[in-house]
């Protein structure tokens, strides 16, 4: 477990490391906050606020921390606490919403969705950047990070939304 949470501590410091480094060469001289720099603080406030239910117990149509979370249960509580965006219920209705991101494209923060059900956008979870997301995987399992590398992950990645920035 103390392997698991450092792992994730160090997503998290380098996913904000990442944001910062990019923000800083993207700032724009003029006063007031940029949409990079909206986008950015709502992507690590995101991130945080994810990171925070790593652990929770997996529970089909679970929409809260206390009872259990389901994928689109977790990513709809963390986008809800976090920036006050309502996301609808299921992960096929999430993959409507936003805009479409190549995977090439991703930034933390992002949707990423996967065929694990034998139907396309079955599951979500949120991309953390490095090729990491954040997600509720199964019944049995807790909230936890993995490598959108895996073979697993590989096979069934559907394509990924932004939602973060639609102001």
């Not at 060469?25 to 606020?49: C, F, H, M, W």
């Not at 986008?79 to 999430?94: C, D, F, N, S, W």
Request: charge should be neutral; aromatic fraction near 8%; glycine fraction near 8%.
């Amino acid at each position: 477990m103390r392997k698991t949470f450092a792992r994730l501590l160090l997503a998290a410091v380098v996913a904000t490391a990442s944001f910062t480094a990019h923000a800083a060469e993207q700032k724009p001289a003029e006063e007031g906050s940029s949409l990079l720099e909206r986008y950015t603080n709502a992507a690590q406030d995101v991130i945080l606020q994810g990171l925070k239910l790593v652990g929770v117990n997996y529970r089909r149509g679970g929409n809260d921390e206390d009872n259990g979370l389901d994928c689109s249960g977790f990513v709809r509580l963390v986008y809800k606490e976090t920036i006050g965006t309502l996301l609808p219920r299921t992960a096929k209705e999430m993959s409507e919403v936003g805009e479409h991101v190549d995977a090439d494209e991703l930034k933390p923060g992002d949707l990423v969705f996967f065929n694990t059900m034998k139907r396309a956008f079955s599951h979500v979870g949120i991309y953390l950047g490095d090729n990491h997301f954040l997600h509720a995987p199964k019944p049995g399992a807790e909230v936890r990070v993995e490598s959108m590398q895996s073979s697993y992950w590989v096979k069934r990645y559907n394509g990924a939304r932004r939602v973060l920035g639609q102001d």
